[in-house]
C-alpha cells in the first residue's frame, strides 16, 4: 500500500506558495485515463507532470482531517514523468487536490482550474465515487497474447476448397488473388499457437465475400465458402475452445460489397426499393464514373475496374475529366466495390446489430474486431456494445482506429483499440532508429496516461498487421530489431498482438505483400525459438501478465523497466544499441534469476552488462 501522510491542511500542503509558472500537470477527473475506479471500488488517480517531479500527493480532505497519499513514480523520460496510485476512498464524495515537489524543493498545487498558488474552497475537486467510471473489460482479455490471422494465408486442409486459379502457396500476393488458406487449416495447427503461448486467435474477415481480404462482405450470415462454411467456424471454435484460446471475428458493418443482396435491389428498383434508405444515393440509376486514362497506368485501379461491372451489375460510365473514379453513391473512400451502409437508418443499424449477436450466440465466439470505427456514429457502437452485452457478458470489442482511441473507450462503446500508437513509437526506436531510448520511453509514458488502467491492460500492442508493411521490412530485414521490438511487446502491459509469420520472421511491404502465406517449413528457427520462450514467459509469471509497470532510467540506447505484483518481480532490460552498456541496478531490481536471454548478458555485484541488441528478463531479488 502506498504511504499516506497527516496534513496540516490542504491550503499549502508544503507549508510555502506554489510555483506559478506553466507546469504541464494534466489532470481531468472526468476523464477516465486520469481517474477511474476498479472492481473493488477503489480510485486510480493518475497524471503526466513534469519530468523534474520528485513527489506526488493526491491530498483529500475528508471533514477537517487532510490526507497526502503518496503517488508511485511510473517512469521519467525527456520533458515528462508518469505518475498514479490506487486508494481506498474514504468516503463516498471526496474533495482532493493534488501537490507536487519538484527535485529542487520548489511545491506546485493543482487545483480545478489548473496550477495555483494554494488550493481555496473552489479549488478542490468534487468527486462522487459511485459515479466515477469503471471499466468492465472483459477478465480473461487482460494481458492476453493475441495472434492475428489472414485466413487466406495461414495453411490449407481441404485443397478441394482451393479455387482452380489461386495462386501458389507462397507467391508473391496479388490484389485479387487466392492461395487457398481455410479454417480447418488453422485447426490443424492450434498446437503451434499453443506452443507460441497464444490466448487469442484474431481473424481477419471470414465472411462470403468475392475478395481475399473480405471487407467487403455479401452475406453476413454465411462463412465463406472457400474457408470451410459455417461447419468450419464451429470446428475452429470448438477446438480452440478446448485448448483454452478464444476466438474474435473482424467485420466491416459500415460497407459491404455491391452484390450484397439488399444494395442489389436498390440497383434494379432505384428510390422506389425498400432499402433505399439503407445506402446514400446520390444519383439514380446507380452507376460509376471513371477515368480511362488514369486508371490505365494505376496499380490498383487497373487491377479491379474492368470486372467491376460484370461483377457487381453497377454500370460503368467514362468521363474525361474529374476524379479517377466517381460512384453515383457514398463508399469507403470512393471505392465503388465497398457501398456505405447509413447506420442511422433503424432497419439498417438493427440488422448490423443482429448479425453481431448471431454470431456470439450461434459460435459461441469470444470478440469482435470492428473495421474503420471512425465512420460510424457513437450511438451505434454504444447500441452494439448493450445488445451484445445482454446477450453474452465477456464478450472483447477491439476497435479500429489508428490513433487516440479515448473517446471510444470510455467504458460505453469499445473495450481496447488496435493500439498502433504503440507500433509508432516501438518502429521508431527499434525499427527505424529514429528515436533516443529517451525519447522513446517519454513517448511511452505519453501512451499510457492515454487509457484507463483497464484499457491497458487490454490494448491489442501490435507491431504490424494486415493493413501496414511488415516490421522486418521496415527494419531494414534485421531480425535483431524485430526480436528486441517483440520482447518489449511481450514484457509491457497490454494485450500483445503478433501478426501471423511474425515468429518466423515473415517480412513483407504494404498491402497486398504484407499478406504473405505463412511459410511452414520455417518454423523452429532461432527466432522462433525465442519469441516462443519470451511469450510462454507471459504465460507462466503474473508479473508479465498483469504487473505493475515502472521505466527505469535510460543508459544509451537500452531500456530497462520492472514488473511488479504483490508476490513477483521481473527485471527487463533490452539493449537496441551497437555497443555494449553497463546497468547499475537498485536493491530488489537485480535479475538474480534469469529467466531468458539474448546476446551477451554479463552480471557482476550491482551490474548488468548488456551487449549490442541483447536483451535479458530475470526475477528481482
Given at each position: 500500500m502506498a504511504a499516506m501522510r497527516i496534513l496540516d491542511n490542504d491550503h499549502l500542503a508544503y507549508g510555502i506558495v506554489g510555483n506559478l509558472r506553466p507546469h504541464q500537470v494534466t489532470f481531468d477527473p472526468a476523464d477516465s485515463a486520469c481517474l477511474h475506479r476498479t472492481s473493488r471500488g477503489h480510485l486510480t488517480f493518475r497524471f503526466l507532470a513534469p519530468v523534474d517531479t520528485a513527489e506526488a500527493l493526491v491530498v483529500i480532505r475528508d471533514g477537517t482531517r487532510v490526507m497526502g497519499h503518496e503517488m508511485r513514480s511510473v517512469g521519467a523520460a525527456g520533458e515528462v514523468s508518469f505518475w498514479e496510485i490506487t486508494l481506498a476512498p474514504p468516503a463516498e464524495r471526496l474533495q482532493c487536490s493534488l501537490a507536487l515537489r519538484l527535485e529542487d524543493g520548489t511545491p506546485i498545487y493543482v487545483g480545478v482550474t489548473g496550477v495555483t498558488a494554494a488550493i481555496e474552497r473552489i479549488d478542490r475537486f468534487e468527486i462522487e465515487v459511485g459515479a466515477v467510471v469503471h471499466h468492465q473489460v472483459p477478465e480473461w482479455a487482460r494481458g492476453a497474447v493475441i495472434y492475428q490471422i489472414f485466413p487466406d494465408r495461414f495453411a490449407s486442409a481441404d485443397p478441394g476448397l482451393t479455387p482452380v486459379d489461386a495462386l501458389p502457396w507462397g507467391s508473391p500476393p496479388t490484389y485479387r488473388g487466392f492461395m487457398g488458406g481455410d479454417l480447418d487449416g488453422i485447426a490443424a495447427h492450434l498446437d503451434h499457437l499453443v506452443d507460441l503461448g497464444i490466448d487469442v486467435i484474431y481473424l481477419n474477415p471470414i465472411f462470403s465475400s468475392p475478395s481475399n481480404h473480405r471487407y467487403d462482405t455479401r452475406d453476413y450470415y454465411t462463412v465463406d465458402p472457400m474457408l470451410g462454411g459455417n461447419e468450419a467456424l464451429g470446428r475452429l471454435v470448438t477446438a480452440a475452445h478446448q485448448r483454452d484460446m478464444r476466438i474474435i471475428l473482424d467485420v466491416s458493418l459500415n460497407h459491404l460489397h455491391p452484390t450484397f443482396p439488399f444494395f442489389q435491389d436498390v440497383l434494379r428498383n432505384g428510390a422506389d426499393s425498400d432499402y433505399a434508405g439503407w445506402f446514400d444515393v446520390y444519383e439514380h440509376p446507380l452507376m460509376v464514373r471513371y477515368r480511362p486514362d488514369l486508371v490505365a497506368d494505376h496499380p490498383y485501379w487497373s487491377v479491379r475496374l474492368p470486372q467491376f461491372e460484370e461483377d457487381t451489375g453497377v454500370r460503368l460510365e467514362t468521363v474525361d475529366s474529374g476524379p479517377i473514379v466517381q460512384p453515383s453513391y457514398d463508399t469507403w473512400y470512393s471505392v465503388p466495390q465497398m457501398p456505405?451502409?447509413?447506420?442511422?437508418?433503424?432497419?439498417?443499424?438493427?440488422?448490423?446489430?443482429?448479425?453481431?449477436?448471431?454470431?456470439?450466440?450461434?459460435?459461441?465466439?469470444?470478440?469482435?474486431?470492428?473495421?474503420?470505427?471512425?465512420?460510424?456514429?457513437?450511438?451505434?457502437?454504444?447500441?452494439?456494445?448493450?445488445?451484445?452485452?445482454?446477450?453474452?457478458?465477456?464478450?472483447?470489442?477491439?476497435?479500429?482506429?489508428?490513433?487516440?482511441?479515448?473517446?471510444?473507450?470510455?467504458?460505453?462503446?469499445?473495450?481496447?483499440?488496435?493500439?498502433?500508437?504503440?507500433?509508432?513509437?516501438?518502429?521508431?526506436?527499434?525499427?527505424?532508429?529514429?528515436?533516443?531510448?529517451?525519447?522513446?520511453?517519454?513517448?511511452?509514458?505519453?501512451?499510457?496516461?492515454?487509457?484507463?488502467?483497464?484499457?491497458?491492460?487490454?490494448?491489442?500492442?501490435?507491431?504490424?498487421?494486415?493493413?501496414?508493411?511488415?516490421?522486418?521490412?521496415?527494419?531494414?530485414?534485421?531480425?535483431?530489431?524485430?526480436?528486441?521490438?517483440?520482447?518489449?511487446?511481450?514484457?509491457?502491459?497490454?494485450?500483445?498482438?503478433?501478426?501471423?509469420?511474425?515468429?518466423?520472421?515473415?517480412?513483407?511491404?504494404?498491402?497486398?505483400?504484407?499478406?504473405?502465406?505463412?511459410?511452414?517449413?520455417?518454423?523452429?528457427?532461432?527466432?522462433?525459438?525465442?519469441?516462443?520462450?519470451?511469450?510462454?514467459?507471459?504465460?507462466?509469471?503474473?508479473?508479465?501478465?498483469?504487473?505493475?509497470?515502472?521505466?527505469?532510467?535510460?543508459?544509451?540506447?537500452?531500456?530497462?523497466?520492472?514488473?511488479?505484483?504483490?508476490?513477483?518481480?521481473?527485471?527487463?532490460?533490452?539493449?537496441?544499441?551497437?555497443?555494449?552498456?553497463?546497468?547499475?541496478?537498485?536493491?530488489?531490481?537485480?535479475?538474480?534469476?534469469?529467466?531468458?536471454?539474448?546476446?551477451?548478458?554479463?552480471?557482476?555485484?550491482?551490474?548488468?552488462?548488456?551487449?549490442?541488441h541483447a536483451a535479458v528478463i530475470g526475477l528481482a531479488q
Open positions: 456505405r451502409v447509413d447506420l442511422q437508418h433503424p432497419d439498417a443499424r438493427q440488422y448490423m446489430i443482429d448479425v453481431a449477436t448471431h454470431w456470439v450466440r450461434e459460435y459461441a465466439i469470444d470478440g469482435w474486431r470492428m473495421d474503420v470505427v471512425r465512420y460510424i456514429d457513437h450511438d451505434f457502437w454504444a447500441d452494439l456494445r448493450a445488445a451484445i452485452e445482454a446477450e453474452r457478458p465477456g464478450i472483447y470489442l477491439l476497435a479500429e482506429v489508428m490513433g487516440d482511441a479515448r473517446r471510444w473507450l470510455q467504458g460505453d462503446e469499445f473495450d481496447a483499440t488496435m493500439n498502433y500508437t504503440f507500433r509508432e513509437i516501438c518502429l521508431g526506436f527499434f525499427g527505424l532508429k529514429t528515436i533516443t531510448a529517451e525519447e522513446f520511453v517519454a513517448d511511452y509514458l505519453r501512451m499510457l496516461a492515454m487509457y484507463s488502467p483497464a484499457v491497458t491492460e487490454v490494448n491489442q500492442n501490435l507491431i504490424g498487421s494486415h493493413d501496414t508493411s511488415r516490421f522486418l521490412r521496415l527494419a531494414g530485414e534485421d531480425e535483431r530489431r524485430l526480436l528486441l521490438a517483440t520482447v518489449f511487446q511481450l514484457t509491457s502491459p497490454g494485450a500483445p498482438g503478433l501478426y501471423y509469420g511474425d515468429e518466423l520472421p515473415l517480412t513483407g511491404g504494404h498491402d497486398p505483400d504484407c499478406r504473405r502465406a505463412f511459410d511452414w517449413e520455417r518454423t523452429g528457427s532461432d527466432h522462433h525459438q525465442a519469441v516462443r520462450a519470451v511469450s510462454r514467459l507471459r504465460r507462466h509469471h503474473a508479473a508479465l501478465r498483469r504487473g505493475n509497470i515502472e521505466m527505469l532510467p535510460t543508459v544509451d540506447q537500452c531500456v530497462s523497466f520492472m514488473r511488479r505484483t504483490e508476490n513477483e518481480q521481473i527485471f527487463v532490460a533490452i539493449n537496441n544499441g551497437a555497443t555494449t552498456v553497463d546497468l547499475g541496478v537498485a536493491p530488489g531490481q537485480h535479475p538474480g534469476a534469469i529467466l531468458w536471454s539474448v546476446g551477451q548478458v554479463r552480471t557482476h555485484g550491482e551490474i548488468i552488462e548488456l551487449g549490442p
